[in-house]
């Protein structure tokens, strides 16, 4: 089953929060909001020098996680990349695969969420699997990078962002223009840290089974 929608589909406008209206937002929004680019090192993680992508040293991160016995692998990147429908097929395959937006997540006033701190805690120090993946992008995530063997970028076009965000059924986010401004801001800001601390990254255009056996090829999993 195909998982990504193809760069430069048909859209098919069926109101005001339709894909073609958000994409023409979205258009717009990219291009006035480069002036606002900040970098949050401190919350998504404290970013190294730029990696190549692919992969860094082995044991780069495997020297710092505190239980060795789980290889912990998280699945991270912006609204619309895929992590939960990865996570779902890694489910199906017989992975221990968990989607923090599942319970591990606590919501702010402003429509944002953090990870539950004591959840993920709780989560990284149970050693019942010899893989755990965990999907997610939280503003409090970088405390626990150093817990992590990989750190897996999903990414995907702009414009890909913004059909799905418009025509997925499973999660309503991303579908108003403010919610999709925001995703947008994410974009700019937020992603460019995540590819710096990635040490994979796998582009989400091709079909999910694809993109599945991608991420278990490079976490050796």
């Not at 193809?6 to 480069?34: E, F, N, R, W």
């Not at 990414?155 to 418009?166: D, F, K």
Request: aromatic residues 4%.
């Amino acid at each position: 089953m195909a998982f990504a929608l193809i760069d430069g589909g048909p859209i098919h406008p069926v109101g005001p929060g339709s894909a073609a209206t958000l994409l023409l937002i979205a258009a717009g929004y990219a291009g006035a909001s480069l002036a606002l680019l900040r970098m949050r090192d401190d919350d998504y993680g404290h970013a190294s020098e730029p990696e190549s992508s692919g992969s860094r040293a082995a044991g780069q991160a495997a020297g710092a996680r505190t239980l060795p016995g789980v290889k912990r692998i998280l699945l991270t990147g912006m609204s619309g990349t895929g992590k939960s429908s990865v996570t779902r097929e890694l489910v199906a395959l017989g992975y221990k695969a968990v989607d923090t937006d599942d319970g591990c997540c606590q919501p702010h006033p402003d429509g944002r969420q953090m990870w539950r701190e004591d959840a993920i805690e709780t989560l990284l120090a149970t050693e019942d699997a010899d893989v755990l993946f965990v999907a997610g992008c939280e503003e409090n995530q970088g405390r626990f990078l150093p817990q992590f063997d990989h750190v897996v970028l999903l990414s995907a076009p702009v414009g890909t962002l913004v059909e799905r965000l418009a025509t997925r059924t499973n999660n309503s986010y991303g579908k108003t223009p403010d919610e999709l401004r925001r995703v947008l801001d994410d974009i700019l800001i937020v992603e460019p840290l995540l590819r710096r601390v990635a040490h994979h990254e796998v582009r989400t255009t091709v079909p999910l089974n694809e993109v599945v056996t991608t991420v278990l090829r490079l976490v050796d999993a």
